[in-house]
């Protein structure tokens, strides 16, 4: 009873913020949620920023070898924690697929409804308040289960999987890029004292549980016998993010929709700099992992 009090008001708590958020994250970013990926070494200026997340979304479909051929193109996509639905709308158009896209808040369902109709596309994407753990979907629907930057609010990693898999239809690709803590050393149960402390400060923001490591989820895809498990580290991919969102943030811009927003907005705001603190540290490992449901 206590552990689903805490679920409850973590899927409140994520609601809530995203309601509040996905307004001022759209008026200077647009309408994807989620990292870029530049090239290492690269200083991304603010404009290019759309660019390097539609990147982000190709770079994906090419790891999980996601097929352009006609007759083997994703024909029923989910999208599990759609944001506004970017994603959504671009993987639609790139195949032309059905996508379902789930999120926790209200304000992104409309949004992303509005979105849609303004691009003509009402009937190949669709959204609904939905949780990821407990999807309104039968059994093997989808031949693309999408999951972009999503994973990290989940609570139980298991049931995510899990869920993610129940609804994949067979020999369906399963993508899910997401925040990993670092891999533990063999000799290590825990992550140290310190790193603990500074995922906790992220946690607290953004409304996150806590984290689990890419080989975690591994063992994870390996417990479910999902096929072709691949991971990658892609940390020094998206480097150039949080400096280029802090950036867009003392844009006039930026600072003003900030403070129209509220609390909730500002203190995400706030703990931007911890996201490059981690990412240095060689804490915080931007992850993709991919699999497959055995045919
Ligand atoms: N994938 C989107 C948005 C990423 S932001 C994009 O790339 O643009 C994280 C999203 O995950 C938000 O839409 C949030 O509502 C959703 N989310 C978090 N926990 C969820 C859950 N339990 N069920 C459904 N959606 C969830």
């Given amino acids: 009873m206590a552990m689903e009090s805490k679920e409850e008001a973590l899927k409140k708590g994520i609601a809530e913020f995203y309601d509040a958020s996905s307004g001022t994250w759209e008026d200077i970013w647009g309408d994807h949620m989620h990292h870029g990926f530049y090239d290492p070494g690269a200083t991304a200026p603010i404009r290019d920023h759309r660019a390097a997340q539609i990147r982000m979304i190709e770079e994906a479909l090419r790891f999980a070898g996601v097929s352009d051929n006609p007759l083997k193109k994703p024909k029923k996509v989910v999208d599990v924690g759609c944001g506004i639905g970017g994603s959504s709308r671009y993987i639609a158009k790139k195949y032309g697929s059905h996508c379902q896209g789930i999120t926790l808040s209200p304000i992104q369902v409309q949004r992303a409804q509005a979105l849609s109709a303004d691009e003509g596309l009402e009937d190949k ?145 706030l703990v931007m700099p911890l996201m490059i603190h981690g990412y240095n540290k060689k804490l915080i490992k931007f992850t993709i992992i991919t699999c497959r449901k055995p045919a």
């Fill in 125 to 269: 994407v669709n959204f609904q308040v939905a949780d990821a753990l407990n999807q309104p979907f039968p059994d093997g629907q989808f031949d693309l289960v999408w999951s972009m930057e999503s994973g990290e609010h989940m609570p139980d990693k298991v049931k995510f999987v899990s869920e993610l898999l129940r609804v994949a239809a067979p020999g369906a690709t399963i993508v899910i890029v997401t925040w990993c803590h670092r891999d533990l050393l063999p000799s290590e149960a825990n992550l140290a004292p310190d790193e603990t402390s500074l995922l906790n400060k992220i946690c607290n923001a953004y409304y996150l549980p806590s984290w689990c490591s890419a080989a975690d989820y591994v063992k994870i895809a390996n417990s479910l016998s999902l096929e072709d498990i691949k991971t990658a580290d892609w940390s020094d991919y998206v480097a150039p993010f949080w400096p280029a969102v802090i950036r867009s943030a003392f844009t006039w811009k930026g600072f003003t929709s900030l403070l129209r927003t509220g609390w909730k907005t500002i203190k995400g705001a």
